[in-house]
């Protein structure tokens, strides 16, 4: 057995008796006895009642964090079914006015940091007179609710101003970050075709400057609805020509009204992908997120008014939107853009003790990273840090280990787990039970999520499906585009009817504590940013010497990852070192760094079913150590000997170590 998975399961940290008192979740437990005249000895009850009795949870949520709506709601939920349920339906209310209410100016609402500069703040009052003045702008180019506002931008205030000036006049806001290239940026934005582009003229990352005048130049030629452009930084002489200049709309002055629109009216367009097709734009609606953010970051991540939240995300990464839920809290909101790592592996706890962050979360693999570069955050004074976050790939029972080893002992480690597609976490922490090695403490209040065996039947104890039986409010409205809802039910519902499949393997032990294994589909998964193979085939493909390819992420414990990608080239050609770097190079110009593949392996045949799907899933298993009879039918294959050199390449590995 391996010191990992010994390690998993030991007990790291405790709450005090006085921290349970103190967690917002005991504090809603106790409200909810006094409401319902229920007991809820346990978590376990507790979240047993919140899945079994969906809309009386759902409900106390509402109440308990005092939801705005200027009409009354007629039923939380008449039909439960899934796809398809309805929230909350006759409800009016606003998604950035939740943001805004009970706001005192002179607070500070977010912390700024970039790579390179001094740190900054915006205060509330300037938020909202930021905010009001785009608004306002937006209305007089002719934006209406549900008319598109994109935004090409780094973790900056401006996104977060561009998402509640949309939010708050009904408008739909959709975001890209600034390292992805153009082609990946116009396959998002053309599906939702936005009225309005915001653009960076470019960003700065691990010590050099990188230059998106051009990128911004094409996506704007591309996509014809596009009407106005807005830049949002002036460093270069020249900037994007035609384009407003974000600094002169600021210096406008007007009020900040807030639309007030039904609880499924759509909030914003996030992007993830399968292994076809271009990106899935996921439309979740303003009541739906609002709930979900406010149950997930109070009752989950103990967020609390006057705390400082840090998370270290791209504004084109669902972490981002969570992150700016927090403000709904009334915690301040610390924002970076840069490289995590950069000028040392010290930069983020830097930051995290010159902020007195109360909570800083990351991804698995920086706190990998920062372990094997044996730094020590102990020389920071963190005092004020509660809780750490990790999300994006599982968190491995070394890396839970080094955080209480290297950071303090009285320290909760949240793990969670979530996805783009309800802009959530779904299982993750509880500050009122203890941290286990390598696991995540609990599922979330009203997220049932259990483990399906291949039959569909609940195992627990060991690895199975992740799914989703009873619906969630922050659960996708549609697909934009989709008009018949047929993408939609194949991406969650086409393996169990009825049932919501996730896509994550997962194991539940009687505790309710989890363990996630990765994800179970083809979706290539780096640091947190997802993107479909059908992406990186794409710009792959477009090298005139390939003509074909198949790439897997192999993820690994604490982490890490191995990506190979797989290619044939055209008759007679021979892979070498300078086609290798022409290939690497391409994606990351025009996909993301991210997903550069770690090697680049020729092959004479991409393995395909008899209907000409690449057998994706099969590879990334064998690859993984699975019997390849197992994992794939011999029948099933075109050419069943194209299987064969993934199990050789699997052997090489293996004997090299």
Same mark, same amino acid.
């Given at each position: ?168 006049? $009904? ?7 600034? #390292?992805? /290239?153009? *082609? @990946?940026?116009?396959?998002? %934005?053309?599906? =939702? ?45 020249? $900037? ?7 600094? #002169?709309? /600021?210096? *406008? @002055?007007?009020?900040?009204? %807030?639309?007030? =629109? ?396």
């Amino acid at each position: 057995m391996s010191e990992a998975l010994e390690m998993e399961g030991e007990t790291l940290w405790t709450p005090t008796k006085q921290g349970v008192e103190d967690a917002n979740i005991t504090k809603y437990t106790r409200w909810l006895e006094k409401r319902t005249g229920r007991s809820f000895p346990s978590y376990a009850s507790l979240w047993e009642w919140s899945t079994d009795e969906v809309e009386e949870f759902w409900e106390s949520v509402w109440e308990y964090f005092e939801v705005w709506s200027s009409t009354p709601y007629r039923a939380v939920l008449p039909e439960r079914k899934m796809p398809g349920a309805r929230w909350f339906e006759g409800a009016q209310l606003n998604y950035a006015e939740h943001v805004f209410r009970n706001r005192y100016d002179d607070d500070v609402a977010l912390i700024v940091a970039a790579e390179g500069e001094e740190d900054s703040s915006v205060t509330w009052g300037e938020l909202k007179a930021e905010t009001a003045a785009l608004a306002a702008f937006l209305r007089e180019e002719g934006v209406k609710p549900g008319d598109r506002v994109a935004g090409y931008l780094p973790n900056c205030p401006e996104a977060v101003v561009g998402l509640l000036a949309s939010a708050s006049m $009904g408008a739909v806001w959709s975001c890209c970050s600034p #390292e992805f /290239g153009a *082609r @990946s940026v116009i396959d998002r %934005f053309t599906q =939702v075709a936005p009225k309005v582009f915001i653009g960076v003229e470019g960003y700065s990352y691990g010590g050099r400057w990188f230059d998106r005048r051009g990128v911004a130049e094409e996506v704007r030629a591309s996509i014809p609805s596009i009407d106005t452009t807005i830049v949002t930084d002036t460093r270069e002489k020249e $900037g994007v020509a035609g384009a407003e200049d974000w600094v #002169e709309l /600021g210096e *406008r @002055s007007d009020p900040l009204e %807030f639309a007030k =629109v039904p609880f499924d009216h759509p909030l914003w367009v996030l992007y993830t992908s399968g292994t076809t097709g271009l990106p899935k734009p996921i439309v979740q609606g303003h009541g739906g997120t609002l709930l979900e953010h406010l149950k997930a970051l109070s009752l989950h991540n103990d967020v609390r008014r006057g705390d400082t939240m840090f998370w270290y995300t791209s504004a084109g990464w669902m972490m981002w939107n969570y992150l700016v839920g927090a403000l709904m809290l009334g915690s301040a909101v610390v924002l970076y853009d840069g490289d995590p790592l950069h000028p040392d592996p010290g930069a983020l706890w830097d930051l995290a003790e010159r902020t007195k962050a109360t909570f800083f979360g990351a991804s698995a693999a920086y706190f990998d990273a920062v372990a094997k570069a044996r730094f020590d955050p102990r020389q920071r004074d963190l005092r004020s840090l509660r809780g750490v976050g990790s999300t994006g790939s599982p968190l491995s029972p070394a890396s839970f280990e080094w955080l209480y080893a290297n950071v303090k002992d009285d320290l909760w480690v949240a793990s969670i787990s979530g996805g783009t597609d309800l802009c959530t976490a779904f299982v993750g922490g509880n500050a009122a039970l203890p941290v286990a090695s390598g696991k995540i403490q609990c599922r979330y209040l009203g997220a049932a999520v259990a483990a399906y065996d291949e039959s569909g039947a609940p195992v627990m104890g060991q690895v199975g499906e992740l799914v989703i039986t009873q619906p969630m409010p922050s659960m996708p409205l549609y697909f934009w585009g989709d008009k018949d809802g047929s993408r939609y039910l194949e991406s969650y519902f086409s393996t169990f009817q009825g049932v919501w499949r996730h896509g994550d393997w997962v194991r539940i032990d009687r505790d309710g504590s989890c363990v996630i294994y990765g994800r179970s589909d083809a979706t290539i998964k780096r640091r947190g940013v997802r993107a479909g193979t059908s992406e990186i085939y794409g710009v792959v493909e477009s090298v005139p010497e390939v003509a074909d390819s198949l790439i897997v992420d192999i993820e690994y414990p604490g982490g890490r990852s191995f990506m190979p990608l797989f290619v044939v080239l055209r008759m007679g050609l021979v892979l070498d070192d300078g086609l290798r770097e022409r290939i690497r190079q391409k994606v990351g110009a025009d996909l993301s760094p991210r997903f550069v593949p770690d090697e680049v392996v020729q092959i004479e045949e991409v393995p395909r079913t008899l209907s000409g799907k690449k057998v994706e899933v099969p590879v990334k298993r064998i690859l993984m150590g699975a019997d390849p009879a197992a994992v794939v039918s011999a029948s099933s294959l075109k050419n069943p000997e194209s299987i064969r050199p993934f199990v050789e390449y699997r052997a090489e590995r293996e004997a090299s170590g």
